[in-house]
């Protein structure tokens, strides 16, 4: 009923027209049943990639060596994904290599929790070999099978269940929550990167409070980078709200954490373009007044991220007056300012340091509304300036 959904069923009875099975398979099941809004949709299938790509014109390689044939229709790119087990788990991930399988079933079974096992039909029929649908209307997370054998095999799955735990607003079941206990010390084996992948997810979730609770509870935390000596309970304490971005997560990470935040963020493996944002954000947060200047240094983003932060602080923070400051600086970038150096230059001024240092004057003057954004205004008081020194 969807239109993902319907865009796609073309290219599934494409697939059945020429004798192989076809269904939409994964998180894409689990939104739509939930009424949530869906991100990609998966396409699981019988045929074999080589046999994918014989029965569509345009298709590109994006993942052949673990069976995924993108299908590319009407402009849209349709993930199509040959069934598979991944019999053989090496040092607690998952397999780099996959065996391709004709069943449905074989397919659903390695997936990690049941409501993440659900297939459905081009006509909207489900197959729901695991009691996914029960665990789906109780709000249950429970992984396939055996929970204790299935984190042995992949480790990382202990923090997807947190992360749905926390986007979903689901439970974790008991007995999948005590081989999560059980086996947390194997999330040691995993990728920073992903780990932290899930763990943002987490922080950003409807449910990230509980899910907070279990990561801390259950051991994850303590083999995660820098975690381990850290108390993070009270983070628990934070207004629950939905927090808006990575930035924020992280920025209230940082602050709960003992190491300083470049180190945290560069053990975690986050962007630089992330630790940038949250080390202007501390910047302004170390103080209990920012001056215009220092409102005008974090910029734009980092002002979001405080008032985010602050915000989950105390939901009675007053968010629009700081947005109200920001807004009213008078330049909001150095390239606003009224002169530049090569005007400067072109008066008469020498090139090098004191001309920089002449500029970064005007600059905050300008931001702290001593002096106006004028050129005539900026040329005359940098004369003085010059002569002055
Ligand atoms: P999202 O909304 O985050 O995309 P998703 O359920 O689609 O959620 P993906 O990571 O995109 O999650 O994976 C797609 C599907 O593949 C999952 O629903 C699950 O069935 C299976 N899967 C993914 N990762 C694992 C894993 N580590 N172990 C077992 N099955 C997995
Ligand atoms: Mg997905």
Redesign the pocket.
């Known amino acids: 009923s969807h239109p993902d959904f319907q865009a796609a069923i073309p290219i599934m009875q494409q697939i059945e027209a020429a004798g192989f099975e076809a269904y939409f398979v ?2 894409s099941v ?2 739509a049943l939930l009424g949530l809004p869906i ?2 949709v ?1 396409i699981a299938t019988s045929a074999y990639p080589e046999e994918v790509k014989q029965i569509f014109k345009k298709t590109v390689d994006t993942g052949i060596q673990h069976g995924t044939v993108m299908v590319l229709a009407h402009g849209v790119g349709y993930e199509v994904t040959t069934f598979r087990t991944e019999s053989t788990y090496q040092d607690f991930r ?1 397999p780099d290599s996959v065996t391709f399988v004709r069943s449905l079933a074989e397919d659903l079974k ?3 929790f049941t409501v ?2 659900l297939a459905a039909r081009h006509d909207g029929t489900i197959i729901d070999l695991f009691d996914g649908l029960s665990d789906l209307a109780a709000k249950r997370l429970k992984a396939v099978g055996d929970p204790q054998a299935r984190f042995n095999e ?1 480790a ?2 202990m923090m ?1 269940a947190v992360r749905f735990q926390s986007q979903l607003g689901f439970e974790i079941e008991p007995a999948t929550l005590a081989a999560i206990k059980a086996h947390a010390p194997l999330l040691a084996h995993i990728s920073v990167e992903r780990t932290a992948s899930e763990l943002t997810k987490l922080m950003l979730g409807i449910a990230r409070n509980p899910a907070w609770g279990n990561f801390l509870e259950t051991g994850l935390s303590h083999y995660c980078p820098d975690f381990a000596d850290e108390d993070l309970t009270p983070l628990l304490e934070l207004n629950p709200a939905r927090l808006p971005s990575a930035e924020a997560a992280w920025t209230l990470i940082a602050q709960q954490v003992t190491v300083p935040a470049t180190k945290l963020l560069k053990d975690w493996k986050q962007a630089n373009a992330l630790i940038d944002i949250v080390t202007r954000t501390l910047r302004v947060l170390a103080t209990s007044t920012p001056s215009p200047w220092m409102l005008y240094q974090a910029g734009q983003e980092a002002i979001e991220t405080l008032i985010a932060v602050r915000t989950a602080q105390n939901p009675a923070f007053d968010a629009n007056s700081l947005r109200q400051a920001y807004a009213q600086l008078p330049i909001h970038d150095k390239h606003e300012l009224a002169i530049d150096g090569g005007q400067l230059i072109t008066a008469g001024f020498k090139p090098g340091r004191q001309l920089g240092q002449i500029l970064n004057r005007l600059e905050r003057a300008v931001v702290a509304g001593d002096l106006v954004n004028d050129s005539t205004v900026l040329l005359q008081n940098a004369r003085t300036d010059e002569a002055l020194s």
């Open positions: 994964g998180g689990r939104d991100h990609d998966d998952r390695r997936r990690d993440n096992a992949d990382l799955r997807r």
